[in-house]
């Protein structure tokens, strides 16, 4: 679940280097994550850095990520269903924020 990228976190530093590192996060399951990321020099010497994060669920689920179309005559219509679920499981609407649309 945890990635370090380029070159799986691997490479050498000479002194006064600074690498940019990215650590991916991808969670299989909805609970808490806890890892230590540790980094070693030539001289045996070790560096650690602990890592959490937390899989979460997201609230709405898609029956496809792409709506394919079909070629449409000009002034007609097409009809493409698609099925967006709410997995949310609490049912209090007023303690999570809805985005404002508009003024």
Known sequence: YIQVQPNDGFGTLLP???I???VLFSPTATKEYRCTL???SLVNREFTIECQGVGVLPPLSLSSTVIHLPA???NDQSIVSFYVEN???DK???KHP???IGN
Request: glycine share 0%; charged share 30%; net charge neutral.
């Open 16 to 18: 006064e280097e600074t």
């Open 20 to 22: 940019d590192l990215h």
């Open 38 to 40: 540790v980094c070693k």
């Open 72 to 74: 449409t005559p000009i």
């Open 87 to 89: 997995r949310h499981l």
């Open 92 to 94: 209090n609407h007023f």
């Open 98 to 100: 809805v985005p404002r």
